[in-house]
Every structure is written in structure tokens, then in C-alpha cells.
């Protein structure tokens, strides 16, 4: 069974740093694409960020582009997402998903981020 | 970037009706096109990929098609486990988008 697990989701003042992790299981991590996307209270879903399985390509949305940084350690199962200059429009949920061939196979079951003072 | 226009963005609807949901793309995606639901509090799953395929593990009752950009997701006979939100995602160019969520509600 697939599993992606997020952590490091909490509260944080404007301004501040995050750095989130998804750990992978039951999948071989190293042979997928991996994705954030984020869900504001209320609102939509958000697609921020891509990292191809060797981390040879990485892609950014416009909204979080010079601020986020995703990463990832084949050898860890693990996924990173170093999260800086934060503002209250960052506040959301963020998922982790693999993606196969162009499309979000699965998620895991999100982070709470709140930035505020 | 490609814009997703879902439609409509809520729908009361009883078990057992036939249920359609569209989207429109601002332009071509070819079939790049997936379809998720999310339930309340929970992570979004995959239904359909690649406009009409469906993803293992998913009830027959939901299908999905494609004409020219415009996408339609149909749930033949809703059931009760069936209300929740549905968006649809191009994958055709990054960023990758979404369509705004249609809710399905319990008329």
C-alpha cells in the first residue's frame, strides 16, 4: 500500500521559514516524480511544485517561485519543501503526490501551515 | 497559464441520479486531463486520468470524455459515498492547473 506522510506543517509569523518532509513508503520512491500542492482554507487546489525522480528537473508555480525549494533524498524515501518568506496567503494545506505519467496517482494527508503573528 | 473553468461550481443532486460535471480548458490540453474527488477534511484521490481512463480500484459508475477542450465527468447513479468535491487538472504544461471544484450535494 502507497503511503506519503507529511510533516512539519505548523504556526509561523510572516516573514519566517518552514521546511516541510514527506516520507514515502510502499512505492519505489527513486522511480517517481514528486509534487506539492496546496489547499488554502476554503478554497481550491494548488499545484507548486514539481521534482523529477533524479531531481533533474524542478518547476516552481509563480506564487511561491524564489521563496520555496523542493527536494528530494532517494536514498530517505523523503521529500523536502523549505518554505521561506512566508505571508498569510501561504496559509494552507499542503499535500505531497507522486506522479506517474502526468497525473497525481497519490496523495498523502496533508500539513497545516498557519502563517501568522 | 491554461485555465480550467468548471461547471457548475455546486449541484444538489439525489442517489441514483445521473450526474455530469464539465470543464473547459482556455486551450488545446489534447486528453491531458484528470479527474479527482475530495471528501471533506480529506487528501484528493485520482477517479480519472488521461480524460476517460479510469484508475484502478474506482466504481464503474464513474467515466469521463473529451470533446475538443471540453471535459466531461459523469457519475451514472449517484450513491451516498459519492458526495464531495470533483476538480478537474491539465497536465498538459506546467504549472500544472485546476479547475475551481464542483460540489455535489445532497438535494
Known amino acids: 500500500e502507497v503511503q506519503l506522510v507529511e510533516s512539519g506543517g505548523g504556526l509561523v509569523q510572516p516573514g519566517g521559514s518552514l521546511r516541510l518532509s514527506c516520507a514515502a513508503s510502499?512505492?519505489?520512491?527513486?522511480?517517481?516524480?514528486m509534487n506539492w500542492v496546496r489547499q488554502a482554507p476554503g478554497k481550491g487546489l494548488e499545484w507548486i511544485s514539481y521534482?523529477?525522480?533524479?531531481?533533474?528537473?524542478?518547476y516552481y508555480a509563480d506564487s511561491v517561485k524564489g521563496r520555496f525549494t523542493i527536494s528530494r533524498d532517494n536514498a530517505k524515501n523523503s521529500l523536502y519543501l523549505q518554505m521561506n518568506s512566508l505571508t498569510a496567503e501561504d496559509t494552507a494545506v499542503y499535500y505531497c503526490a507522486n506522479s506517474g505519467n502526468s497525473r497525481l496517482d497519490y496523495w498523502g494527508q496533508g500539513t497545516l501551515v498557519t502563517v501568522s503573528s | 497559464d491554461i485555465q480550467m473553468t468548471q461547471s457548475p461550481s455546486s449541484l444538489s443532486a439525489s442517489v441514483g441520479d445521473r450526474v455530469t460535471i464539465t470543464c473547459r480548458a482556455s486551450?488545446?490540453?489534447?486528453?491531458?486531463l484528470n479527474w479527482y474527488q475530495q471528501k471533506s477534511g480529506k487528501a484528493p484521490k485520482l477517479l480519472i486520468y488521461?480524460?476517460?481512463s479510469v484508475q484502478s480500484g474506482v466504481p464503474s459508475r464513474f467515466s469521463g470524455s473529451r470533446s475538443g477542450t471540453d471535459f466531461t465527468l459523469t457519475i451514472s447513479s449517484l450513491q451516498p459515498e459519492d458526495f464531495a468535491t470533483y476538480y478537474c487538472?491539465?497536465?498538459?504544461?506546467?504549472?500544472?492547473?485546476f479547475g475551481q471544484g464542483t460540489k455535489v450535494e445532497i438535494k
Open positions: 487538472q491539465q497536465s498538459f504544461t506546467i504549472p500544472w492547473t
Open positions: 488521461s480524460a476517460s
Open positions: 510502499g512505492l519505489t520512491f527513486s522511480s517517481y516524480n
Open positions: 486551450q488545446s490540453i489534447t486528453s491531458y
Open positions: 521534482i523529477s525522480s533524479s531531481s533533474s528537473s524542478i
